[in-house]
């Protein structure tokens, strides 16, 4: 006589089939569906008439041997279908690797193709085995769930849901190069979900794919795990955990290498305007210093813009970023993105510029140089002044702009356009350069 236990394992073993040939049924059906005779196919009575008719008869033939042998296509692709999803259910282990690698192949080819895949049951299957200790068997799965989640939400929130962030390897250091791209890659996927209404519950995972980073050297699987950081940045509720899991130092190396700056400083960008991240970012020895060489990417506009837009970011309302700021050289190298730069990277510069202006126009009060006796305002002592201190100004910031633009000239090498540069700044008005 069976035990209790042992009559529920076979019940809800049997369960289990019932269920996934039901899937497999309604599959068919699906399938047979689509091979049903469409309308649209059939030919126009008048088309085929008179001297028409055996051309039509021809057409006609041809079209029908083209359908007979898509069907055939379509029930061999769906009788494969029916053994590799049966034998990942309930073949051997070595069976269900064979299995992985077929639904990696089926889910390359469509995004239907995909959702019928998983909805006969292989997520959990393949999640479970993305924790194998068998290399070749974790990176089977690995592959065959980066697949299935390309281009489809569902299947994306389907593969989190059965716990895959969860079962990731926690030591990075005994996993193969090939094995920690896959896992960028899947992350980098699953790391879309953060702005749907599928988001994310944790974030544990930061830790993994740092460590992917750094150790990595490959530079598609850095490109993945820089994207995955920005799509998680975009969520100002994620600012914390990444600040505290410490991407803010490898994204500050990252944006000072070309090849990947761009998605980098987007993702700094993000985390700067939030107080946790913009303080993580000032606190950095290699602030401001990274940003202003980065201004100086004359090939690279999209980065000079995201630098510029972080600079005034850090420099807004906080003196001491200013001074940082100026102490590191920033304002010949502004002038020359004013004047060399795109068209937004000109406009963010030109307005840290101002507020350079303005904060020295501050310190330029009454609180130094010599102190004159104060008359009241309209009297013609006061007006005279005011005109002296007007054309002196002029005189200064035109001083000033010579010699910025003698160091551009020099740094661009370009002597024979000198001469045309000077013409532009005397002829320009201290409005229009605001420092």
Same mark, same amino acid.
């Given at each position: +006589?069976? =035990? #209790? ?6 019940? $809800?073993?049997? /369960? ?9 049924? %309604? ?23 008179? !001297?028409? /008719? ?35 259910? *309930? ?6 690797? $064979? ?25 959990? $299957? ?10 070749? %068997? ?21 593969? $989190? ?36 209404? *599928? ?38 509720? /994620?600012?914390? &955990? ?6 803010? #130092? ?6 000072? @290498?070309? !090849? ?15 107080? +946790? ?54 304002? #010949? ?18 307005? @840290? ?16 140089? &010599? ?21 002196? +100004? ?10 910025? +633009?003698?160091?551009? =000239? ?13 013409? @532009? ?8 350069? #605001?420092?």
């Amino acid at each position: +006589m069976s =035990t #209790p236990s042992s009559s529920s394992s076979i019940w $809800v073993l049997s /369960n289990i089939k019932l269920q996934f040939f039901a899937r497999i049924r %309604r599959f068919l059906q699906s399938k047979a569906t689509r091979k049903r005779f469409d309308p649209s196919d059939r030919f126009d009575a008048a088309k085929s008439r008179g !001297e028409h /008719n055996k051309k039509a008869e021809n057409i006609g033939t041809e079209q029908v041997m083209q359908k007979t042998e898509e069907e055939e296509e379509e029930e061999v692709s769906a009788i494969m279908l029916q053994r590799t999803v049966k034998m990942l259910h *309930f073949g051997s282990w070595e069976e269900k690797e $064979v299995a992985a690698k077929e639904i990696e192949k089926l889910a390359k080819e469509d995004v239907n193709v995909r959702k019928l895949i998983t909805e006969l049951g292989v997520v959990p $299957v393949l999640v479970s085995m993305a924790a194998s200790p068998v290399a070749s %068997r974790r990176r089977a799965a690995l592959t065959a769930l980066v697949h299935l989640a390309d281009g489809t939400y569902t299947n994306k929130a389907l593969i $989190v849901e059965a716990g895959i962030l969860c079962k990731l390897p926690k030591n990075i250091d005994l996993v193969d190069e090939s094995t920690r791209s896959k896992l960028a890659e899947l992350l980098l996927s699953l790391s879309s979900l953060a702005n749907t209404q *599928f988001p994310l519950a944790s974030l544990d995972f930061l830790p993994l794919l740092r460590h992917i980073f750094e150790t990595d050297t490959c530079f598609d699987t850095k490109q993945s795990c820089l994207s995955a950081l920005y799509n998680l940045s975009t969520v100002l509720e /994620n600012a914390s &955990p990444m600040v505290s899991s410490g991407v803010v #130092p490898i994204l500050l190396e990252a944006s000072s @290498l070309k !090849e990947i700056s761009e998605k980098a400083l987007a993702t700094l960008g993000n985390l700067s305007v939030t107080l +946790m991240g913009k303080k993580a970012i000032e606190n950095s020895t290699m602030v401001p210093e990274t940003f202003i060489d980065i201004l100086s990417w004359e090939d690279k506009p999209k980065c000079q813009e995201l630098s510029v837009y972080i600079l005034m970011i850090l420099a807004h309302q906080s003196s001491l970023q200013r001074k940082k700021m100026a102490e590191a050289g920033i304002v #010949p190298v502004l002038l020359e993105v004013v004047l060399l730069g795109s068209t937004l990277a000109q406009k963010r510069a030109m307005k @840290l510029l101002q507020w350079f202006k303005d904060e020295r126009q501050t310190k330029m009060g009454p609180h130094s140089g &010599p102190q004159t006796p104060r008359f009241a305002m309209g009297s013609p002592v006061n007006q005279r002044e005011a005109k002296e201190g007007k054309k002196m +100004m002029k005189s200064l910031v035109k001083q000033s702009l010579h010699r910025n +633009m003698e160091i551009i =000239t020099h740094r661009a090498n370009a002597a024979g356009e000198s001469s045309k540069l000077k013409s @532009l700044i005397i002829s320009t008005s201290s409005k229009s350069l #605001p420092y």
